[in-house]
Nanobody, 118 residues
Framework: QAQVVESGGGSVQAGGSLTLSCIVS????????MRWYRQTPGKEREFVSE???????VYADSVKGRFTTSQDRIANTVYLHMTSLKPEDTATYYC????????????WGQGTQVTVSS
């Protein structure tokens, strides 16, 4: 059964750093990209970053140069390293699989809260 679980959220001061982790299970027979999104109350979920099987990455303009996504495919884990955090980065962060081939379904994690205080 496919499962996506985020962890690592917390509270930090502006300018600080935080690393989120996302453990994926049930996708060994599928090819997939991993994406990070974030959402604040009353707003739509916003794309943050993507990493593909070859570790190619894409970032939203709002986080480019501050956030880095990486992965350990052997450990089935994707990371979001966040630096120079701003209060506007406060959100619930979600991890999502984006299946490219194979009999798997996309899945969202439950989310992890990041709060940045000024």
């Amino acid at each position: 059964q496919a499962q996506v679980v985020e962890s690592g959220g917390g509270s930090v001061q502006a300018g600080g750093s935080l690393t989120l982790s996302c453990i994926v299970s049930g996708y060994s027979r599928c090819i997939y990209d991993m994406r990070w999104y974030r959402q604040t109350p009353g707003k739509e979920r916003e794309f943050v970053s993507e990493i593909d099987g070859g570790s190619g990455t894409v970032y939203a303009d709002s986080v480019k140069g501050r956030f880095t996504t990486s992965q350990d495919r052997i450990a089935n884990t994707v990371y979001l390293h966040m630096t120079s955090l701003k209060p506007e980065d406060t959100a619930t962060y979600y991890c999502r699989t984006n299946v490219l081939s194979g009999h798997c379904s996309d899945a969202w994690g439950q989310g992890t809260q990041v709060t940045v205080s000024s």
